[in-house]
């Protein structure tokens, strides 16, 4: 596993093993990808008509593709002012401070329903964060989907990862980097 600077010192994004890109660009590719799309929303089909009562593929593609060109620009924006606190939040909704390492994510803006677009990472510290994925998010909890599933051991693999490495921080990530 490798980590490339998405904008240094702010964003970074993990490279797994074996893959061509890194965590923020294979998302992002996905989210913009009719075809892989489409796939998606015929596999989870069930769950969008339960949860947000769409039953048109097309017109779910069609948001998923706006909602994720927006967060991306919002998150790239965010990145080079420093300020990714404002859009990251734990991923635990009982975790109200800080921890060390902690699990993170970002959601979508739908103007339409409720976003279904998550960006997962770690939090190195104040505004340094480092992507581990996303997904798109059909259903109340992770544990419920394979997909969402995945995500959350995407996130424990990096965090384990990183904490076997002495990175507790983002200064303590600074270093690691530059060790390799």
């Known amino acids: 596993m490798t980590f490339d600077a998405i904008i240094p010192d702010s964003l970074w994004s993990v490279r797994y093993d074996g893959e061509n890109d890194n965590a923020f660009s294979t998302v992002f590719n996905r989210l913009s ?14 769950d969008l008509n339960e949860h947000f009562r769409i039953t048109n593929i097309d017109k779910a593609i069609y948001e998923t593709i706006d909602e994720a060109d927006i967060l991306q620009c919002l998150i790239l924006d965010l990145a080079i002012d420093s300020k990714l606190d404002h859009l990251f939040r734990p991923l ?9 390492l902690g699990k993170e994510k970002a959601k979508g803006e739908s103007r339409r329903h409720a976003s279904w677009l998550r960006i997962y990472a770690i939090k190195a510290g104040e505004d340094v964060y480092i992507i581990t994925g996303g997904t798109i998010k059909l259903t109340a909890t992770m544990q419920e989907r394979e997909h969402t599933l995945k995500e959350l051991q995407k996130m424990e693999f990096v ?13 303590g990530f600074t270093d690691y980097l530059q060790a390799q």
């Not at 990808?33 to 069930?46: A, M, S, Y």
């Not at 965090?159 to 200064?171: F, K, Q, S, T, Y």
Request: net charge negative.
């Open 33 to 46: 990808d009719p075809e892989w799309l489409r796939g998606f929303f015929l596999q989870n089909v069930k």
């Open 92 to 100: 635990e909704p009982s975790r109200t401070t800080d921890i060390s």
């Open 159 to 171: 965090r384990n990862h990183l904490i076997a490495e002495g990175v507790i921080d983002a200064e």
